[in-house]
């Protein structure tokens, strides 16, 4: 065993399991009350994270004030998130004492699930960073990009993702070199973590660099606006409100994500020196955080987002209680009035499912929007 960690001899017939003990990161044999609380715990978040994120793609789609570039964008976010909670999912009911029976193969699929999810939010918000860049130097409040180049961007996006996430399964692992293990993820090369961390704390960097940029471009612009037009006062604070949503999204992520990626990166260049395992757990629970928060931001800074909530939960109670209208047992009158009387009901409850199919939204002032 120590001439295969010294040498870069390949031996594939080592099962997960020898990679834990090798790194010394100890596997559940048994189900303990801490490893039932996190299973249900992280369960119950990523249901809420995995439905929140629906209704956040939802009412980009049926509210038409939203067809814009960079609404695209946000619901491929969300998209992201969404697709993040299915990788929580995953990780959680294959992690503790349910580790043991994983093949390698399943092994990289359960993580590769979780760097796919980063690397597209990562991606998107880099994406948003660009857009908002473009459109806002030039005080517009939506990109000119054709909806052919958001689909194109949004492809290049996931394409991108996949290709990250596969790369470890693809041989930048530790298989032929156990000296190179991480103890986060034991089958994973310590330098693949270096690479892959860096990577996104340089693009935090850099998304960073450029809404400030745009944040100090703003406020200059809107002290030389002050003195024109209500109208360009209004579009310059449509504008700004904007960007501080999207603002607070991106500050939100890099809270919740960067803990982690220190922790990888330290991982990835102090090995077993760095004691990674006692922070692994924390600065997991604080990502899978992230993508539960982008929908309450929504919420709050959105009141165009919010009154489509509010839309989509409505129509989801009505059909439900006309559903349940139906299925119940009714007896009728041959009465003229009460005939009447029924026709009316029936009548209204047409409008109400009518008004939940054919809605459009009101017209707001564009400062009420964000």
Known sequence: MESSGRGNACDYSHNVTFFYDY????????????????????????????????????????????HFPIYFLLANMAAADLFAGLAYTNLVLNTGPWTIRLSKQQWFIRNALVDMSLTASVA???????????????????????KRRVVLLI??????????GLVPSMGWNCECQLSDCSIIAPLYSRRYMIFWASLNLLTFSVMVAVYARIYVYVRRKGKRMSQHSSHHLRHNETV?????????????FVICWTPGLMT?????????????????KYCLILAEC????????????????????????????????????????????????EVGYHRKITGQLFQQKQSCDSWHPISLPPSQLY
Request: hydrophobic fraction near 45%; proline fraction near 2%; charged fraction near 20%.
């Open 240 to 252: 700004f409100n904007l960007m501080k949503t999207i603002s607070i999204v991106l500050g939100v």
């Open 124 to 146: 998107n918000l880099l994406a948003v960073a660009v857009e908002r860049h473009q459109t806002i130097i030039t005080m517009q409040l939506h990109s000119k990009m054709t």
């Open 23 to 66: 790194v010394g990161k100890e596997i559940s044999r048994d189900w303990g009350v801490r490893d039932c609380v996190v299973v249900v715990l992280g369960l119950t978040i990523c249901l809420i994270m995995i439905l929140s994120n629906i209704m956040v793609m939802a009412a980009i789609l049926i509210n038409r004030r939203f």
């Open 290 to 337: 992230n993508s539960l928060v982008n929908p309450i931001i929504y919420s709050f800074r959105d009141e165009e987002m919010r009154r489509t909530f509010k839309y989509i939960l409505c129509c989801l109670c009505r059909r439900s209680s006309d559903h349940q209208g139906e299925q119940s047992p009714v007896e009728f009158n041959t009465l003229q009035p």
């Open 155 to 164: 492809v290049c996006i996931w394409a991108v993702s996949i290709i990250m």
């Open 264 to 280: 990888l990166l330290l991982d990835g260049i102090m090995g077993k020196d760095s004691h990674a395992l006692t922070y692994e």
